[in-house]
């Protein structure tokens, strides 16, 4: 903004730019971390230095000294790309679907999360929404973001988009999605505001038909069910129907869960669940000063260590993880390569023993704590979910139709996985288990555990988990996947798969 004022005094249009850049540069710097951590300021963020400066580049270029250019050229290269506002606004609407969020929720910022600013979407706003699920094919959203620009603008919000272009989109949208009649009466709606738009005279001849031709078609069938007499259902078949219970598929199951919905616990079960102060049978280290433990699930066994990572630890994990960290990649379960993948939004860095004291020192204490060998265990792997960062369901062992998935480590199949939070969250981003109804939600200093393997060596499938989307805030976990080779002598040896 200070680039624009010291050299460009003339376009009023670019100080305009330049006095909303201050206003938002200067709430962001209070707290960067806070500020874009609410979903809205991260999309309004990405689109005003990836887009709106394109178009601020395009105005300035031509009246400019050759320095100016330059230096707008230099800066360039550091902001965001068209796939960073891309991924930003998709995580908008993958929150949008995840918590059941309407879009005048999204657009007026009303989010949960305590102490939270509400930050106002524009009409370009929305339209740059809708636009990018229209590239994407995603009518379903696009129908809802250019209805909201259009009750922005209907309300007396002052913008420079017209609800021409904004009919046009929706009334498409609602037409791919199959409901003509109301397809028919947008384009209406935008012919009486431009009669001569080619696009729009031949939808609405193209509308009319359709609609004609399927009311035939009603008509024809309601025709032949008066002659022919409605189809009487025998018992048989009712029977049939009785017995067909309808399965809930895994994504609403996961979903559901994310918004604290389908917690399956009764109170029975939930009495048999405890906290303790816990030495890990006695182990020297923590005889005089055991740990906080309790007890998160039953089946499959989950347990939470409270106040085991401090501050001064946590900030250091940050700090060396935060110039490594990159997109996170998966398993491929069939050539075993790691790749990025669209259901895995997070970026992760590994840390190793030997890189600083401390990650030696938390090692330790995970396997004072386990009693699990760590020197087959893999790296301490650090990830940063930001907006709308999220993990779906998986399994962090490998199954029987992966039999490669470690086969490179040597060390057998993941035994077991530790998780540290090391970060409270405003709202979302909680770690669910579909197939029980558990959630484990994130807590500052604190680390969850669990087995992924019976001690016979089976894969145990109750513990296919998923990382939610992050609503509002800042997610930091660490974990440690721990594995089989090693742990021969330290786990009992017990075939039965429920101990």
Known sequence: AQLFRSQCQKPFGLLMWADKLDL????????????LGHPVNAFKLMKRLNTEWGDLESLVLSDTTDGFISNLTI???????????????????????????????ISTGDLPGKGLTSVLMTVEDCYELGKIAYSDVDYYHTELW?????KQLDRGEESTMDRVTLLDYLSYSIYQQGDIER??????????????????????????FQLEKQKKAEEDITQKEKEGGKKETTKKEKSKKKVSIPQVPERKKYEMLCRGEGIRMTPRRLSRLFCRYYDNHHNPMYVLAPVKQQDEWDHPYIVRFLDIISDKEMERVKQLAKPRLRRATISNPITGVLETAPYRISKSAWLTGYEDPMIDKINQRIEDLTGLEMDTAEELQVANYGVGGQYEPHFDFGRKDEPDAFKELGTGNRIATWLFYMSDVAAGGATVFPDVGAAVYPQKGTAVFWYNLFPSGEGDYSTRHAACPVLVGNKWVSNKWIHERGQEWRRPCSLNETD
């Not at 938002?24 to 500020?35: N, Q, R």
């Not at 800066?75 to 929150?95: I, M, S, V």
């Not at 250019?146 to 259009?150: D, G, I, R, T």
């Open 24 to 35: 938002l540069s200067a709430t962001a710097i209070l707290d960067p971390e806070g500020f």
């Open 75 to 105: 800066q360039r290269q550091h902001f965001p790309t068209d796939e960073d506002q891309t991924g930003a606004a998709k995580a908008l609407l993958r929150l949008q679907d995840t918590y059941r969020l309407d879009a005048n929720t």
């Open 146 to 150: 250019m209805a909201q620009a259009l």
């Open 183 to 208: 397809a028919l009466e947008f384009t209406k709606q935008l012919l009486a505001l431009d009669p001569e738009h080619q696009r729009a005279n031949g939808n609405l001849k193209y509308f009319e």
